[in-house]
């Protein structure tokens, strides 16, 4: 499944309030546990991350020691567990690299995801548990779950989705645009490695997002120190190949720039279109939200948003960018239509109403109520 597909398992348990333990496994640097953070962003859960190939089995199980009288032990609680005064009553506890950790770690994490205890201490009625992990053939620290440990999980296996990777994250967190580009064309790049291959650089999700930081920070890729980083991140081969192609399509316009006003449109109909896709993808604080909900910032960020769209030199593009705009928030988008005070909009508007949805004669986009709501 794709990392998207997983996240969605999770929320269904969240939204029935399942307390079922979910495992992710897949390869390294596929996004498995920033989907877990946006999943806690999106809910307003605390996302408590516990690096279990890095801790000792005390650090999961707790220190047993004896009472004053020595009479008893006393069981203490390991600091780094969910507790609700501190960390509120909904939590998100991931232990991530659960097959990297050695048996007596797992060992100690038994009981917390079997009986949701461990000792004297009890996980919070609102906490949900997330493991991470890497499969066999990923070319990584692998130690097998035992089995009753396996059994506890409701398993699934992620998988490196380029179209999940661009929409969901790379152009909602500003991915530098040759690298969005570039895996548009190939996004069989996206992740590289091989099981079984000697060379230690391939490229990820996370290696491409350290390559976009480069680039924002100097996009020269004639640069030799650029394109030694480059490399240095995604390997020699891919490398030297999205070198290649950064130095031909210089024509790749940032949506920032376009939006404000700083760049002017590409003439080639693949750049526009990845264009158009940034500059909804920047809209992304639209969704959920009703129009009412909106700030008076956040309206004029919409506005520009929409004005950017109506700049684009092929009708096709405005099109497609409106109607994504419409998609993620229907009513906040057309109210803002009708406040916007720009003839050339509205005349577009009743020209193409069909084409986006607009049902009515001619001036129908003054009337809210002449909308198709489906």
């Keep these: 499944m794709t990392v998207k597909e997983f996240q969605q398992c999770i929320e269904f348990n969240i939204k029935h309030n399942i307390k079922h333990a979910v495992l992710g496994l897949g390869a390294p640097g596929v996004g498995k546990s920033e989907a877990v953070k946006q999943i806690g962003s999106r809910f307003g859960f605390k996302v408590i991350d516990l690096r279990l190939a890095q801790m000792s089995e005390v650090e999961i199980g707790g220190l047993i020691y004896p009472n004053e009288s020595r009479t008893k032990t006393v069981w203490l609680t390991p600091e780094v567990l969910p507790d609700e005064k501190r960390d509120g009553k909904n939590t998100i506890l991931l232990l991530d690299e659960i097959t990297s950790c050695p048996y007596r770690v797992q060992v100690a994490a038994y009981q917390l995801i079997l009986d949701r205890r461990i000792g004297q201490y009890t996980l919070p009625e609102g906490t949900f548990v997330i493991a991470l992990g890497n499969r066999e053939d990923d070319d990584g620290v692998y130690i097998q779950l035992a089995g009753p440990l396996a059994d506890r999980f409701e398993i699934h296996y992620i998988e490196p989705s380029f179209e999940v990777w661009k929409n969901d994250y790379a152009l909602?967190?500003?991915?530098?645009?040759?690298?969005?580009?570039?895996?548009?064309?190939?996004?069989?790049?996206?992740?590289?490695?091989?099981?079984?291959?000697?060379?230690?650089?391939?490229?990820?999700?996370?290696?491409?997002?350290?390559?976009?930081?480069?680039l924002h920070c100097d996009s020269d890729v004639s640069n030799p120190v650029v394109r030694s980083k480059i490399i240095g991140n995604i390997g020699d081969a891919e490398g030297v190949q999205f070198i290649g192609y950064c130095e031909k399509h210089s024509e790749i316009i940032p949506?920032?720039?376009?939006?404000?006003?700083?760049?002017?449109?590409?003439?080639?109909?693949?750049?526009?279109?990845?264009?158009?896709?940034?500059?909804?993808?920047?809209?992304?604080?639209?969704?959920?939200?009703?129009?009412?909900?909106?700030?008076?910032?956040?309206?004029?960020?919409?506005?520009?948003?929409?004005?950017?769209?109506?700049?684009l030199p092929v009708t096709e593009f405005t099109i497609i960018g409106v109607k994504d705009l419409l998609s993620k928030n229907r009513t906040a988008v057309k109210q803002t239509f009708v406040t916007m005070d720009d003839k050339s909009i509205r005349r577009f508007l009743e020209n193409n109403r069909d084409a986006l949805g607009i049902s009515g004669g001619k001036n129908a986009v003054n009337r809210l109520e002449m909308w198709n709501t489906d």
């Design 172 to 214: 909602k967190n500003n991915v530098h645009p040759y690298v969005v580009s570039y895996l548009s064309v190939k996004p069989s790049a996206l992740h590289t490695q091989q099981p079984g291959e000697e060379n230690m650089i391939f490229a990820t999700p996370r290696s491409w997002v350290r390559v976009s930081d480069i």
């Design 255 to 311: 949506a920032e720039d376009f939006i404000s006003g700083r760049a002017e449109a590409p003439s080639s109909p693949d750049m526009l279109s990845l264009l158009t896709s940034g500059i909804t993808a920047k809209a992304e604080f639209i969704e959920n939200k009703s129009a009412a909900d909106l700030t008076d910032d956040e309206l004029a960020r919409l506005r520009q948003i929409i004005s950017a769209l109506f700049r």
